[in-house]
Structures are given as structure tokens and as C-alpha cells.
């Protein structure tokens, strides 16, 4: 699509959005989100930098105006790799891309929106993997 993003950004902000459970590991299999803010702090006070350490808060926060495609890239990441559909989400990640590349939104929804399926068609499977490691 030559789309201008921040590869990194996405890369990292998937891996570590939820290092906060660390310090929280209640939340790893109840609800909650006092890692969120901890994660941040944790990172910015170990000198990461500040837009990666922003994503583990706007993660869960991707309704506020202003997140960039990357920050709600995570958001949508961590939604389908879950077997979530999240269609307010997945439509502002469509509308990010089409302002980006200069296009109709709806050129690209159904490419993308049969993308996101096929990603969240897996959530369930993946979701047992990772509560019970060695597991198939």
C-alpha cells in the first residue's frame, strides 16, 4: 500500500503493552487497568521513549481524538489478536490509512475489513496458548 508508518513503533507497542501486568499480575487473567499507567511510568522512568511508553495507556484509551495510526494500530492489534471485532475502532484505523494514502475509506474497508477477520478467527486458539504454554 506504500503506507508511511512507523513499523517500530507497532512492533514494540504489541510486545510490551502489557508489561504492566508485572507489577499488577491480578490483571493478568481478571479485568483491570492499573497496569496501564504503571507500564508508562515504569518505561519513561527506565528512559524509553515517550511515545512507546504512551501506547501501553492508549492501548485501552483509543477512543480519545488525536492517537496517531500507529497507537491505534496497537489498540486494534490487541483487540483482534483476542478474536475481538471492534468496529468503532477497526473503522478508525480504516479512516487513519485512507487520510494517509489520500483515498475513500471505503476503497479500503473491504479488503481490511476481511483481513481483520481472518486475524480475530484466531483469538480463541491463541488466547488458550498463551494461559497454558505447550498446549495445541
Known amino acids: 500500500m506504500h503506507l508511511p508508518f512507523d513499523a517500530n513503533l507497532i512492533r514494540l507497542g504489541v510486545a510490551m503493552h502489557d508489561a504492566g501486568k508485572i507489577l499488577h499480575p491480578q490483571e493478568l487473567e481478571g479485568p483491570g487497568s492499573l497496569h496501564e499507567p504503571a507500564d508508562e511510568k515504569m518505561l519513561l522512568a ?5 511515545a512507546i ?3 501501553r495507556v492508549t492501548h485501552a484509551q483509543w477512543r480519545q481524538s488525536g492517537l496517531s495510526l500507529e497507537e491505534l494500530s496497537i489498540a486494534l492489534a490487541d483487540k483482534l489478536w483476542k478474536g475481538k471485532r471492534e468496529e468503532q475502532l477497526e ?3 480504516i479512516h487513519a490509512i485512507a487520510q494517509k494514502l ?7 474497508f473491504t479488503g481490511l475489513d476481511d483481513l481483520f477477520e481472518r486475524i480475530a478467527a484466531g483469538g480463541s486458539d491463541r ?10
Open 46 to 50: 527506565r528512559g524509553v521513549d515517550s
Open 53 to 55: 511508553a504512551r501506547c
Open 91 to 93: 473503522m478508525l484505523v
Open 102 to 108: 489520500q483515498v475513500d475509506q471505503w476503497d479500503l
Open 127 to 136: 488466547l488458550q496458548r498463551s494461559r497454558y504454554p505447550g498446549s495445541s
